[in-house]
């Protein structure tokens, strides 16, 4: 007989299986899954010492409870036990007052040492100087050569960054972890450090792996910051092509390698006085080694082989290659992808999903990512998906603000990639801010005080219903069918044949034709200079760049004042909104002062109606 458990949030039941039952692969596999689910949902669970035990042990650790901890400091608790987590490389310990009263804890590896105590002490720890182990810089035909000695890194590692009072970051936040009233991130962090143990080969060690990807990364960062000296959007990480390198994560209690890569309203934060806190929110991605289906790349090897197209000054793209001699960012030379290495791959966990278009995915050649269960706005870009539009309307404004896609994108509220390579970062983080503004857009009009979302769906029966009574078609006529008679008047236009009555005579063809010319030429005007219905805002996305280095997205912005209408070409291009031209209209110069402030003032924001106060 064989046991399997069952996590519940007060306890851990048992149930016996036969245990040739537990050998079907189909039963295993769907027993996994159950299992991996409960895991996922312990983040709500009640901390307790044998709770803790249990999830070790799906995880495939080994755990002993020592209920006879002799120590000095803490010779005055009563009932310490002390639980003991250990895998081929690392060893937690957990020492708790009764069962469920954490007090201390202690990681070690193997491979690690404790780290030096005077390493600094920022909420998440950067690697300090990101470019002291560049080495060498010297232009070589197209591209400049950039050398790189991870022996200069010193030992800095994830695991022993230090904190305050003698722990590690790592200690401080597993112990954070545990001092809250559920799990919380103890087992995503608890999973993060049993997946680099368990996928180490018997003689390599992926967590010293993924400390050099570290120093790699911000050796890149490092050569971007000299590339464009004095950009401070650059230096923080929010333009850079890779992000800023961080170990460990205090704000978020996570354990691991961080790129924080974005941040929203950057602009006003950095114009704040110190006294005033900063309200912009900070997008961060984790670097994960998960298990695999498909064979293992030595992605930081790879990286050095290929070549990275950075900005420099003026907004310059150069090529570079990062180079290192042998295999300096192994432990000891050993391979963690060789024959008796397990399949492994990197995920780029993002800490607050992004919804991205799935056509954009696919041509991106992304198809292993998970999707985000209720994700913030989900229902909003659900609305947005499905019609296309989105308008709000503020009644003690009088003002209407919409949101349309001139295609239909299926928007999809992404948590975390497979990556296939490290270049790939370049160019995924540079899509990511751009639909991160996008979506800011959005969420800072919807989250504006009286901000009504109409609902469209309504307005479209409705226009359906005025189309059908202008055709003097019956009321039975679906939906679909007018959809059918429009595309075949659609199909009919492209081919310069509008579609006659039995009746007609080549006069009233000549007479239907010119009015379909002055229809164009009315079309093209309103698409010059749409009209506005009533005082607001009206973003139209038109197109994405997919030929542009950082697959750019083109928005057309019509807005109307009690004073002026205005039309305005923009695009956002890793993360920033750039005005790209102005649309040609009559009282060209007023509406192009007007244009650009909102731009400009729109690009600072990031909030289209704090913008749109500008002028008004």
């Known amino acids: 007989m064989s046991n399997v458990y069952y996590l519940t949030s007060q306890t851990v ?23 991996g689910l409960l895991y996922d949902h312990s983040l709500n669970y009640h901390v307790s010492v044998k709770l803790i035990q249990k999830l070790a042990q799906y995880l495939k650790l080994d755990t002993f409870i020592d209920t006879e901890v002799q120590t000095t400091m803490e010779s005055h608790i009563k009932n310490l036990k002390r639980l ?88 401080y936040i597993l ?20 997946n680099l143990d368990s996928l180490s080969p018997p003689d390599g060690d992926l ?40 170990l ?7 354990l691991g390698v961080v790129l924080l890569f974005w941040k929203e309203n950057r602009f006003l934060d950095r114009k704040r006085s110190p006294e005033n806190l900063a309200t912009g929110v900070i997008h961060k991605a984790i670097l994960s080694i998960k298990e695999s289906s498909l064979p293992s790349i030595d992605y930081v090897k790879e990286a050095s082989s290929g070549v990275w197209r950075l900005l420099s000054l003026l907004a310059a793209f150069k090529n570079y290659k990062f180079v290192f001699d042998g295999d300096l960012h192994l432990h000891n030379g050993q391979s963690v992808t060789g024959l008796t290495s397990k399949n492994w791959a990197l995920v780029l966990d993002i800490s607050r999903p992004v919804f991205l278009p799935k056509s954009l995915l696919d041509f991106l050649g992304l198809t292993d990512y998970k999707v985000a269960k209720d994700a913030p706005y989900s ?30 994108y299926q928007l999809v509220a992404i948590e975390s990639f497979r990556i296939d390579s490290l270049i790939q970062l370049s160019k995924l983080l ?39 009574d202008s055709l003097k078609l019956p009321r039975d006529v ?25 009746g007609a005579d080549l006069s009233s063809f000549v007479k239907q034709d010119s009015r379909d010319d002055l229809m164009r030429e009315e079309s093209v005007k309103s698409e010059i200079a749409p009209a506005i219905a009533s005082k607001g805002l009206k973003f139209v996305v038109k197109d994405i760049m997919y030929d542009s280095p950082d697959t750019d997205i083109l928005v057309t912005v019509h807005g109307k004042t009690d004073s002026v209408e205005f039309s305005i070409e923009l695009e956002v291009a890793n993360g920033e909104i750039r005005e790209q031209r102005t649309l040609k209209d009559v009282d060209m110069d007023a509406q192009n002062e007007v244009a650009k402030h909102y731009s400009q003032a729109l690009a600072l924001s990031e909030d289209p109606l704090l913008a749109f106060e500008v002028l008004t």
């Open 13 to 35: 039941q048992y149930q016996h299986y036969p245990s040739s039952k537990l050998n079907m692969p189909g039963y295993n596999e769907s027993l996994m899954e159950s299992l």
């Open 248 to 254: 460990n994560d205090i704000e978020e209690g996570r």
């Open 175 to 194: 112990l954070s972890n545990l001092l809250r009233s559920t799990l919380g991130k103890f087992p995503v962090n608890l999973q993060y450090l049993a």
């Open 379 to 408: 229902d909003t870009f659900s609305r947005l998906s499905e019609d296309g539009l989105l308008e709000y309307e503020l009644d003690a404004q009088d003002i209407k603000v919409s949101f349309v896609t001139e295609e239909i």
């Open 84 to 171: 003991s987590i250990a895998g081929s490389l690392l060893l937690v310990d957990l020492d708790f007052a009764g069962d469920d009263v954490p007090t201390k804890v202690s990681l070690s590896s193997g491979n690690h040492s404790p780290g030096d105590s005077d390493a600094s002490r920022q909420l998440s720890e950067p690697i300090g100087d990101a470019g002291k182990c560049i080495v060498l810089a010297e232009v070589q035909g197209l591209s400049t050569v950039v050398g790189i000695d991870f022996r200069k890194g010193g030992g800095v590692s994830f695991l022993n960054v230090r904190h305050d009072n003698n722990i590690s970051v790592a200690e």
């Open 207 to 246: 967590v010293v792996y993924v400390d050099n990807m570290a120093l790699f990364l911000s050796s890149i960062h490092a050569t971007e910051i000299k590339a464009d000296p004095g950009n401070w959007q650059v230096e923080e990480g929010w333009t850079s092509r890779v992000g800023k390198v961080a």
């Open 430 to 468: 540079p899509i990511i801010r751009n639909w991160l503004v996008l979506t800011t857009l959005i969420r800072n009009v919807s989250r504006t005080s009286g901000a009504v979302l109409c609902d469209s769906r309504m307005e479209y029966s409705e226009a359906n219903r005025k189309l059908k």
């Open 478 to 502: 679906t939906d679909e069918e007018l959809v059918g008679l429009t595309t075949m008047s659609d199909v009919a236009d492209y081919l310069g044949a509008p579609m006659l009555g039995g």
